[in-house]
């Protein structure tokens, strides 16, 4: 008996070197070109699993649902990095004090809003109001609430909107662009959204629903346009039309501190 129990605890005393080896591995992870062969989370769907698949030689690809998942298996040494646009990366690391994010930027992107192939009615609608906010000053007030110098984000009203509704497609899970505040789903591109919508003398309506399927709800007419700090790739110009674009990002890694 007290040789089983010994052996047992040799067991034990080795799978616990091994899962700290896993976390020190990550840990040690300091540049881009680190990232060769290793396990990497992204959010599905998105430009990080995109630049993951076409740029990081042998990568075990990881896709989550959300950044935070994706972020939550890096921290139970489960992946060995995280690969995410910088602003909901930001807020991650912001409520997890043991993950960092690198000072190294992968790739910049531009966020745009999605409608269905041929709208050219609402396209040329939504691109009216985005000019609008950027030369009235709406634009910036969203962006000082929501990516504020001090990281203290301020939750603002969106504009009231009437009529005939128009649904708004997006991923609640993507601060501060769209989140959940109790069971409100706020953000950047609600507000902005909300002003599309009043510009077009029409109701907004948000459906949330999984980033990855938010183009075929949009092909499918299952909602009238995506705003969701979505990229306009040229894979998803194959199946939509992209407004003007409204943010510039980029991508950057999450490791263990």
């Keep these: 008996m007290k040789k089983i129990i010994a052996l047992a605890l040799i067991c034990i005393a080795a799978l616990t ?3 700290g080896c896993q976390k020190n591995e ?3 992870i300091t540049s881009a070109a680190e990232l060769a062969g290793k396990r990497i989370g992204v959010q599905a769907g998105t430009t990080g699993e995109s630049y993951v698949e076409e740029n990081v030689e042998g990568a075990q690809l990881s896709s989550y649902k959300s950044g935070m998942d994706a972020a939550l298996a890096l921290k139970n040494g489960q992946i060995d990095a995280v690969v995410l646009d910088e602003l ?3 807020e991650i690391v912001k409520q997890n004090d043991d993950l960092k994010i690198l ?3 992968l790739t910049t992107e531009s966020y745009a809003i999605a409608v269905r192939k041929g709208d050219t009615e609402l396209l040329n609608s939504i691109n009216e109001t985005l000019k609008r906010v950027k030369e009235d ?3 910036d007030s969203f962006t000082n609430a929501y990516m504020p110098a ?3 984000i301020e939750v603002l009203q969106p ?4 009529g005939e509704v128009i649904k708004m497609g997006t991923n609640a899970a993507f601060k501060p662009f769209e989140y959940l505040e109790g069971s409100d789903i706020v953000g950047f591109d609600i507000c902005l959204s909300a002003e599309i919508a009043a510009d077009a003398g029409r109701q907004l309506q948000v459906v949330d629903m999984d980033f990855n399927a938010l183009i075929t709800a949009l092909s499918a007419g299952t909602v009238d346009f995506v705003a969701a700090g979505m990229t306009a790739d040229a894979e998803r110009l194959q199946s939509v039309d992209f407004s003007d674009p ?6 950057v890694i999450i490791v263990q501190k």
């Design 88 to 90: 909901p990366a930001q």
């Design 137 to 139: 000053g709406t634009f």
């Design 17 to 19: 070197m091994f899962a």
């Design 26 to 28: 990550a840990a040690q």
């Design 159 to 162: 504009r009231e909107t009437s």
């Design 150 to 152: 001090d990281g203290e």
């Design 103 to 105: 000072d190294e930027d």
């Design 246 to 251: 409204y943010y510039e990002a980029t991508q």
